[in-house]
C-alpha cells in the first residue's frame, strides 16, 4: 500500500503560481512513477503530468507545457507540482498518484490521493 496526501492548492490570480506537493508513505516510494491529475467540475478526470520513479523522464499534458514542471525528491517521499502561469481553465481538483509504470492513463495507476483544490480567479 502507499498513501499519498496532496497539499499546496489554494486560491491564485490568473498569471499566478502554485506549487503542489503530494507526500507519500507506505512501500517503497522510489520504486513508482508519480502522476498528477485533475478534474474540474462536471468534466472527466485528465492526465497532467508524470515523472519516472528516478526522475529522469519526465511528460506532460499539451495544456501542462511549458508551464507545469513536475519533480520528485526521493528522499523526501515527495513529489511537486510546479504550477505557472495559471489560467481559470487551471481550476480543479488535482490528484497525485502513484503507478509501477510511467502512463497517461488513469487506469494505469494503482494508488491515488484525496485531491487538492486549485482555483484561478480571473
Known amino acids: 500500500q502507499v498513501q499519498l496526501v496532496e497539499s499546496g492548492g489554494g486560491l491564485v490570480q490568473a498569471g499566478g503560481s502554485l506549487r503542489l506537493s503530494c507526500a507519500a508513505s507506505g512501500r517503497i516510494f522510489s520504486g513508482y512513477a508519480m502522476g498528477w491529475f485533475r478534474q474540474a467540475p462536471g468534466k472527466e478526470r485528465e492526465f497532467v503530468a508524470a515523472?519516472?520513479?528516478?526522475?529522469?523522464?519526465?511528460y506532460y499534458a499539451d495544456s501542462a507545457k511549458d508551464r507545469f514542471t513536475i519533480s520528485r525528491d526521493n528522499a523526501k517521499n515527495t513529489v511537486y507540482l510546479q504550477m505557472n502561469s495559471l489560467k481559470p481553465d487551471d481550476t480543479a481538483v488535482y490528484y497525485c498518484?502513484?503507478?509501477?509504470?510511467?502512463?497517461?492513463?488513469?487506469?494505469?495507476?494503482?494508488?491515488w490521493g484525496q485531491g487538492t483544490q486549485v482555483t484561478v480567479s480571473s
Open positions: 515523472i519516472s520513479w528516478s526522475g529522469g523522464g519526465t
Open positions: 498518484a502513484a503507478s509501477t509504470v510511467v502512463a497517461g492513463d488513469a487506469a494505469h495507476y494503482d494508488y
